[in-house]
């Protein structure tokens, strides 16, 4: 238990008390889901309606029902499918220029434009390109999805890059290596490697994403479950939407334990880069972005994927003798100031 | 261009309701988000479980479900929510939570431990504890993520043009299915007003950060 520490080892009285607030706590959720059920049950929800999911009415079978929202499903993972490499591969190769040239112009208009994509909501994109461009649902879904993730992709892979020590760039240039292929050869395998969970979690956002297609009439699972409910009417809505809920939420969950589960396999491997620390709490609080919580909590000093990184091996900074104020913020904001690139989003609740 | 100026005063009456929304339910959010906060770590299991299982479902759920919810099935649950801002502001609060929640946990977590143990050696309940000295250091060290939950928020508050709600993209919407030839200004124009609610977000965030990481 990660908050243990809020309070003591429970003694004799402490113990008492603790169950009979367990009790009391208990009892009243039952009530309360009791009541709910009840309540529900007045007013008729859990009559034949639930019948649309194996026998619905107005001549349909139940096959017609399931087809409709398998092809929603389908057209939802498939709005994913096609944007998430394309997210990927553009926001990896965004984060290589930043990285790999040294260009001023480059870099700076670089950093414009994942600020712009990523300060801006995913369904005015997906409006831009359905209106303005006039493309179809499906590519207007695409383009809102990749342009928002390949930013935030771009965000995290470079959080990644600048948590590297720097003797890995120096010893890419030192053996004769443009920086270009430093960034490439040495420096992205190990920050794809470090921000790995990160970007298995971003796919959950981009997941989630696709329900806005629902907004500009693309026929994902969301949109099916409407055009089902105008069919059948108002009172087939519910059947229909926990099949709906749950789809998402089980499909979510599970993309959600793999980033879990890749995390907890690089922390035991626990060798290599150390991760950017995000937030100033230190170490990631959780798996980076958009992770699913982490059973135990991030602690100053927790070490995030190697055990090798205890609090004494964090000094405070040290103002060097001579240096000046404005010398110092500068050396110390290094690390933090890319510690906001990875407040992207699941963590976030961005849509 | 001229679309823009013309229709300034609807694109302002837009940017003033995307802000009223974000607002309440900011408001709103970050307390109920503290609730589950305290909930998530406190000693009483059910009510532990209650905070993981909230979290975990709102986390893993599309916004715009939850949008659906209130508008579509609420209804014949016998739970009615107002039109257009009511349940905007509903969906918007129960989503926002959950992130809110992480982000005050994640602080909580990262207060020292000795922090605690010292309130405790003193005598102080779990409580006091809690609200004494761990919140109130948590609440600093989560300022900047709590932001960029806010800032999430804010960009949000655009799926309500999905359900009745009248709000920035809406507007989009409107002004360019009637000025196609003007689209792009449109899109840059409202564009803007995002992001001059955001980009102070983020400064004032990357502000607090540095300053907070220097107090540890």
Do not use: H
């Not at chain 2, 009637?178 to 992001?195: K, R, S």
């Amino acid at each position: 238990m990660s908050s243990s520490v809020l309070y003591d080892v429970p003694g004799p009285r402490a113990r008492r008390l603790d169950r009979i607030l367990n009790v009391t706590f208990s009892v009243a959720f039952v009530a309360i889901a009791a009541y709910v059920v009840y309540a529900f049950a007045q007013r008729g929800v859990f009559d034949d309606r639930w019948k649309v999911l194996w026998d619905p009415p107005k001549g349909q079978t139940a096959a017609d029902v399931w087809t409709s929202l398998a092809q929603g499903l389908g057209n939802t993972l498939l709005a994913a499918a096609i944007a998430a490499p394309i997210a990927v591969t553009l926001g990896a190769f965004v984060a290589i220029v930043r990285r790999g040239i040294t260009r001023r112009l480059v870099t700076g208009s670089a950093t414009v434009v994942t600020e712009f994509a990523r300060g801006l909501p995913v369904l005015m994109l997906m409006l831009l390109a359905r209106l303005a461009f006039g493309w179809s649902p499906l590519w207007s879904v695409v383009f809102g999805l990749v342009v928002y993730n390949a930013a935030v992709v771009a965000e995290v892979l470079r959080a990644g890059l600048t948590a590297l020590p720097k003797g890995q760039r120096e010893a890419g240039l030192s053996i004769g290596l443009s920086p270009m292929r430093t960034t490439l050869l040495i420096e992205l395998p190990q920050a794809v490697r470090i921000m790995l969970p990160a970007l298995v979690s971003q796919i959950v956002v981009l997941l989630k994403d696709t329900a806005l297609g629902y907004i500009v009439s693309y026929p994902e699972l969301l949109r099916k479950i409407k055009i089902n409910r105008d069919y059948f009417g108002d009172d087939y809505v519910i059947p229909l939407f926990v099949v709906g809920a749950t789809l998402y939420i089980l499909i979510n969950l599970a993309i959600s334990r793999l980033a879990t589960y890749v995390e907890r396999r690089l922390r035991e491997r626990g060798k290599g880069a150390n991760p950017p620390e995000i937030g100033p709490a230190g170490p990631i609080p959780q798996s980076g972005v958009g992770g699913p919580p982490r059973a135990e909590g991030a602690r100053a000093g927790d070490p995030v994927f190697g055990a090798n990184r205890p609090v004494e091996s964090q000094p405070m900074p040290q103002r060097y003798p001579g240096e000046s104020d404005e010398e110092f913020q500068r050396r110390i904001g290094q690390a933090s100031s890319q510690r906001a690139s990875l407040r992207a989003n699941d963590r976030t609740g961005d849509v | 261009m001229e679309t823009f100026i013309s229709e300034f005063g609807t694109i302002w009456g837009g940017f003033l309701a995307t802000l009223a929304l974000a607002a309440a339910s900011a408001v709103l959010s970050l307390v109920w988000g503290t609730v589950l906060a305290t909930m998530r770590v406190s000693p009483v299991g059910p009510l532990r479980s209650f905070g993981t299982a909230y979290v975990e479902i709102v986390r893993n759920t599309p916004l715009t479900l939850l949008f659906f919810f209130f508008v579509f099935v609420a209804p014949s649950l016998g739970l009615l929510v107002g039109l257009g801002f009511q349940w905007s502001l509903a969906a918007l609060t129960l989503y926002t939570s959950a992130f809110v929640c992480e982000a005050l946990r994640s602080g909580i977590n990262s207060v020292g431990v000795g922090q605690a143990e010292a309130a405790r050696s003193i005598g102080l309940t779990f409580g006091q504890t809690l609200t004494q000295i761990v919140l109130p250091q948590a609440w600093r060290t989560s300022i900047p993520p709590l932001i960029s939950v806010l800032i999430a928020l804010t960009k949000n508050t655009s799926v309500g043009a999905g359900f009745a709600y009248a709000e920035l993209v809406t507007v989009q919407r409107t002004l360019m299915t009637e000025n196609p030839a003007d689209a792009l200004f449109v899109f840059f124009g409202i564009a803007l007003m995002y992001l001059v609610i955001t980009i102070p977000l983020g400064v004032t965030a990357g502000r607090i950060e540095k300053r907070v990481a220097f107090a540890r």
